[in-house]
């Protein structure tokens, strides 16, 4: 599977789990069009990446127990100024990755 793919899929699968919307792992999976063993892998692999991810049984849905969210983004160059269309196509601005030697500035109305 290509990088690209995996990153678009850990997107859509981050997306489902922020808003409660995943079902139980095999409607996930469905979601997804993947199987449920290759669903319960991405789930696994989130995890390792730090995320804690929860299921409610009342609600049959994967959620995440605290404020945060994957920073999954584009390749930045040093000192590039985003646009407002650039800002688009990465997230909200209040969502944005913060690299200690790259300053992204947001454009002025």
Known sequence: MSLVKAIK?????????????????ATFARKMSISKRSM??????????????????T???YYYPEAGEFCISKF????????????????KPEELCFSPTAIFVLCKD
């Open 9 to 25: 899929r850990l997107e859509y699968a981050n997306f489902l789990i922020r808003n409660k919307a995943t079902g139980d792992l």
């Open 59 to 61: 609600r049959k849905t």
């Open 76 to 91: 930045m160059r040093y000192g590039e100024v985003l646009s407002r269309e650039g800002i688009a196509t990465i997230g």
């Open 40 to 57: 319960a892998d991405i789930l696994s692999q989130m995890r390792e990446m730090g995320a804690t991810i929860l299921f409610d049984r």
